[in-house]
Antibody, heavy 121, light 112 residues
Framework: QVQLVQSGPEVKKPGASVKVSCKAS????????ISWVRQAPGQGLEWLGW????????DYARSVQGRVTVTTDTSTSTAYMELRGLRSDDTAIYFC??????????????WGQGTMVTVSS | DIVMTQSPDSLTVSLGERATINCKSS????????????LAWYRQTPGQPPKLLIY???TRGSGVPDRFSGSGSGTDFTLTISSLQAEDVAVYYC?????????FGGGTKVEI
């Protein structure tokens, strides 16, 4: 079964870091680009960043630039998103998503189940 | 960044009736040389991730029922559900992928 399986919920204090994983099964993660999208409680969707399967290039949203890093480990077919300097407004569900065409401006045909990250003192 | 604006914010439709959702982009997302609109639609049911319904503004995704159709070009787009089913109670999002960063509309909540 082709799917993206993400790590479990996280609770962090302001200023801490979180690293969310996204493991691909049923297909080879290195064949497709991965983006990360978040959704604050009751809100819409916000694209955060992208990593290329072809050359490892990355691109990030201005809203999190400098605080976010996306990586992939092809040996374990897993993508990661690390967000540093957490603030209360980073509280959200974080999704990984598979790009169809390649590039940061992509359409997403497969999504992880989401990881809830709560930032609270 | 391209701003995507959806309307209405919510709508109530009877089972078996038609639902129509609109999406407007702040600039054209038609790539003229390809004659393709870089517009996708997703459905998100409660507690689930988004599911791709439509891409290239009018092409249905894999396994998507034909009651879903997309239309429009340039800056104005529409998602139509021809005969609403119970499983269509969800929030629907449009998304442009013409430019980075990809951006989403604010969502339209469809209720019965």
């Amino acid at each position: 079964q082709v799917q993206l399986v993400q790590s479990g919920p996280e609770v962090k204090k302001p200023g801490a870091s979180v690293k969310v994983s996204c493991k691909a099964s049923g297909y080879i993660i290195s064949n497709t680009d991965i983006s990360w999208v978040r959704q604050a409680p009751g809100q819409g969707l916000e694209w955060l960043g992208w990593i290329s399967s072809e050359n490892g290039n990355m691109d990030y949203a201005r809203s999190v630039q400098g605080r976010v890093t996306v990586t992939t480990d092809t040996s374990t077919s897993t993508a990661y998103m690390e967000l540093r300097g957490l603030r209360s407004d980073d509280t959200a569900i974080y999704f990984c998503a598979r790009g169809v065409r390649g590039g940061p401006n992509d359409v997403f045909d497969l999504w992880g189940q989401g990881t809830m990250v709560t930032v609270s003192s | 960044d391209i701003v995507m604006t959806q309307s209405p914010d919510s709508l109530t439709v009877s089972l078996g009736e038609r639902a129509t959702i609109n999406c407007k982009s702040s600039q054209s997302i038609l790539f003229s040389s390809e004659n393709k609109n870089y517009l996708a639609w997703y459905r998100q049911t409660p507690g689930q991730p988004p599911k791709l319904l439509i891409y290239w503004a009018s092409t249905r995704g894999s396994g998507v029922p034909d009651r879903f159709s997309g239309s429009g070009s340039g800056t104005d787009f529409t998602l139509t559900i021809s005969s609403l089913q119970a499983e269509d109670v969800a929030v629907y999002y449009c998304q442009q992928y013409y430019n980075a960063p990809p951006t989403f509309g604010g969502g339209t909540k469809v209720e019965i």
